[in-house]
Structures are given as structure tokens and as C-alpha cells.
């Protein structure tokens, strides 16, 4: 697995769900659910579907710990999805 791929995917899936869900953390698992990830011809799929399901565990074991820590949990800069 590419890891670069795998940062890149899931950073994507993160804006996308803050993005297009209600903000909330049963918003974004439910946003992050949504996403297909199959077919023959999908490439990197194995990165993709690594990052959604990690994006996805990390939202429904943690969803008493605010999103920053959540944010900061799965790798990623706070910064970049939290407008303060």
C-alpha cells in the first residue's frame, strides 16, 4: 500500500464529509458510508478503501471525543478542517 496515496485519499474523504455532511459525527460516519469505492476499474482501490474505512472506525469508536481529537487521532492537521 502506498502511504502518500493512502494520507492523500483520506484527507479528500475528511473535507468531503465536512463538507457535505451536517458537521456532526453520526453525519460524517453516514457521509463516509456513501462512498462507493468498487468496480473493476477503480484505481488505488486498495488506499481508498483503507482511508474511508479507517475515516469511518475513527468517527464510530470515538464519537465522544471531539472532532479536533479525531482529526489529530487519524494523522491529519487540524488546521486544514477546522475553521477558528
Not at 479536533?68 to 488546521?79: A, F, P, R, T, V
Request: no cysteine; proline share 1%; glycine share 4%.
Amino acid at each position: 500500500m502506498d502511504i502518500e496515496l493512502y494520507r492523500r485519499y483520506l484527507n479528500q474523504y475528511l473535507k468531503d464529509a465536512l463538507a457535505n455532511s451536517d458537521g456532526t459525527h453520526s453525519g460524517i460516519t453516514e457521509y463516509l458510508l456513501s462512498i462507493k469505492v468498487s468496480g473493476l476499474l477503480v484505481r488505488h482501490k486498495a488506499e481508498k478503501l483503507r482511508a474511508q474505512q479507517d475515516a469511518i472506525k475513527a468517527f464510530q469508536d470515538h464519537r465522544h471525543w471531539p472532532l479536533e481529537i479525531i482529526i489529530s487521532h487519524l494523522g491529519l492537521d487540524q488546521k486544514d478542517y477546522i475553521n477558528t
